[in-house]
């Protein structure tokens, strides 16, 4: 099908986000659905319910289902990584039908909870089972998103550098840094043009790193002013919330530059930084979180079958452009789109 134009173009990319955020479809009802006896229940990292990232996308599925669905639920905030097991404990003690493990500290004491409880049902949120029937795995194929985001910040870039750190170096990181590397030098390669990517060596797998996940800390945000001084105008902080420490580096250096969001549409739930974000890479928890307590609550049969997030499945995406789409060439939307489309295909590896 030939596209007419590039918001048209684009659309493949930004049609699930838009309705994550109310934009394509009718006002939600205002009478949240009766209650019915389910019990879903989650467990956060240390970054609390309102770190802007995975924990808060968790529990935006949590209040989504029970709103829509009426299921109960309940909740255990961890403030260290001492908190996990009791956390769960006491969600296995309140009888959750089911109970989310946000994030990959929560492995360890995910499936040893698993293992303790063969009959209570737990999904691990970026983590995996050890061999037990009664734990889900949930994980994304993050590279694909963010090989967009990479060609994207590639064709963005007036410096043609382009830069990107994370958390920790674990495999939940920096399959998002792989994609975005790879996408940058796709455009490279097509364009003609030479592109740098600071921070993240992916064939040699090898960056910068924070160390944890603590949000803008001084370490982020000398890492970000770092990599600006390496010349990169676009970064992609692959760490939660490091959005202060980011706009802060290219603040106090001078520079125009710009953020690529992770995890939510970060000009959307963090506003005040919308003017600097040119786009995020999803990962769509809430929908994942949603659709699996829909499932069950109505008498679906529980899986320990693992969950992957997709361009396909629409488990990851590419944010709205906002106020920068005017901003891009109409062929690099184009071409997007068709990247999108041949990594659906299978025809393009977003990790080559």
């Known amino acids: 099908m030939k596209l007419k ?15 994550l955020s109310g934009c394509a479809t009718a006002p939600a009802e205002e009478t949240a659905a009766p209650t019915i006896d389910y019990l879903a229940c989650a467990v956060s990292d240390e970054g609390s319910w309102n770190d802007k990232s995975f924990n808060e996308s968790v529990y935006d599925g949590l209040l989504k289902a029970q709103s829509e669905i009426g299921v109960q639920i309940a909740d255990a905030e961890s403030t260290s990584a001492e908190d996990f097991a ?13 109970t ?56 963005y870039s007036t410096t043609k550098v382009v830069g990107t750190y994370g958390g920790v170096q674990i495999p939940a990181v920096t399959d998002f840094m792989d994609g ?21 060596d992916a064939v040699a797998q090898t960056g910068q790193f924070i160390g944890d996940f603590t949000p803008n800390s001084g370490t982020s945000k000398s890492i970000a002013a770092a990599l600006v ?46 003017d600097m974000v040119l786009t995020s890479a999803e990962k769509r928890m809430t929908n994942a979180v949603y659709d699996i307590i829909a499932d069950l609550s109505a008498g679906g049969t529980f899986s320990g079958e693992a969950y992957v997030g997709t361009l396909a499945n629409g488990g990851t995406g590419l944010s709205p452009l906002y106020d920068f789409e005017s901003k891009i060439d109409p062929a690099v939307l184009t071409r997007l789109a068709e990247i999108e489309a041949g990594i659906i295909a299978g025809d393009i590896n977003p990790k080559a």
């Not at 134009?5 to 309705?19: E, K, R």
């Not at 009791?86 to 089911?98: E, S």
Request: glycine content about 10%; charged content about 15%; aromatic content about 10%.
């Open 5 to 19: 134009n590039a918001s048209a173009a684009f659309a493949l990319l930004g049609a699930s986000a838009l309705v």
């Open 86 to 98: 009791p956390n769960l404990q006491a969600m296995v003690d309140k009888g959750c039908d089911i």
């Open 100 to 155: 989310f493990a946000v994030g990959f500290n929560l492995v360890a004491d995910v499936n040893a909870a698993a293992a303790a409880n063969p009959t209570v049902n737990f999904v691990t949120i970026d983590g995996w089972s050890e061999g037990n029937a009664n734990l889900k795995p949930v994980a994304y194929n993050m590279a694909e998103s963010s090989y967009l985001a990479g060609y994207l910040a590639a064709a």
């Open 180 to 200: 975005f590397y790879y996408g940058a030098q796709a455009w490279a390669k097509e364009s003609g043009t030479a592109v740098k990517v600071v921070g993240w």
């Open 229 to 274: 001084n390496e010349g990169a105008d676009v970064i992609f902080p692959v760490g939660g919330d490091q959005f202060g420490a980011v706009s802060e580096a290219i603040k106090e250096a001078g520079i125009a530059g710009v953020m690529i969001g992770v995890d939510k549409d970060i000009a959307l739930t963090s506003p005040e930084y919308a």
